[in-house]
């Protein structure tokens, strides 16, 4: 009889323990890039920060989502300190440590922005917008196809700016005729300035680059990957995952 009040006693504990391991908060880390994620008072805030939300609320779990510098992060998923990292690009280096998912949280899209009404003709090469004034932000690399084209003197009227909002804001006024521009960092810039209704993403796109979340293998966490896996999957099917990025555009 004993040993079996024991047993018992040791059967509860072990039940109590395995709760509170399954309650543990999945601490998961990121930068500032907005829309995508950053702090927005005491809270991270962003369209692929809501996604991840809705996405492990769904799996039953808690996270919690810290802004920090990109160097930090990583180096907290490398070490095991976190237990997740978003949005990441995917290198050699980094799948030495990171589970990476195998669905894209986020495609980095880079396309061309003008003005409604403008007549400019852009059929996906650079030559095509050659004429045109454009705003770029000094110092930033926009990958090889507009890079080149800008060392080559392919792109003949530039415009550099500090910053990207300042480039929305010259577009708006007609200063320039396009700007080169990540997607929805375009749409963020237009949404605070009330540009949304007056400014048009020109098609092709430029390039897209993923980025994922991806998970500390020294957590072990690759079973959690899979599971989120799925879940990413299954809300893009659904129109769950386009319906959070419109709505956060349509506040």
């Known amino acids: 009889m004993l040993k079996l009040v024991k047993f018992i006693g040791v059967a509860i504990v072990a039940a109590g323990l395995s709760v509170v391991a399954q309650a543990e908060t999945v601490k998961l880390v990121t930068l500032e890039y907005p829309p995508y994620e950053y702090q927005d ?103 090889a196809m507009v890079d080149d084209a800008v060392k080559a003197g392919t792109l003949k009227s530039l415009d550099y700016a500090p910053e990207s909002s300042n480039n929305i804001k010259k577009l708006m006024g007609g200063r320039i005729d396009a700007v080169i521009m990540n997607k929805y960092g375009a749409m963020h810039h237009l949404k605070q300035q009330n540009g949304l209704g007056d400014v048009v993403e020109l098609q092709p796109e430029i390039s897209s680059v993923p980025s994922y979340i991806a998970f500390s293998k020294a957590n072990n966490l690759a079973g959690m990957r899979d599971e989120l896996d799925g879940v990413l999957q299954e809300m893009i099917a659904s129109g769950e995952y386009q319906a959070i990025i419109d709505a956060y555009f349509a506040e």
């Open 41 to 143: 008072g005491d809270k991270a805030d962003g369209i692929a920060v809501r996604i991840v939300r809705e996405a492990f609320k769904k799996m039953g779990k808690d996270v919690s989502i810290d802004v920090l510098p990109w160097k930090r992060a990583l180096h907290m998923t490398k070490t095991g300190e976190a237990d997740a990292i978003f949005t990441a690009y995917k290198n050699d280096e980094r799948v030495t440590f990171l589970d990476y998912s195998e669905t894209v949280l986020m495609p980095q899209v880079l396309s061309v922005w003008v003005k409604k009404g403008n007549d400019i003709a852009f059929d996906g090469s650079m030559e095509s917008i050659a004429s045109a004034k454009i705003g770029l932000v000094d110092g930033i690399s926009y990958g």
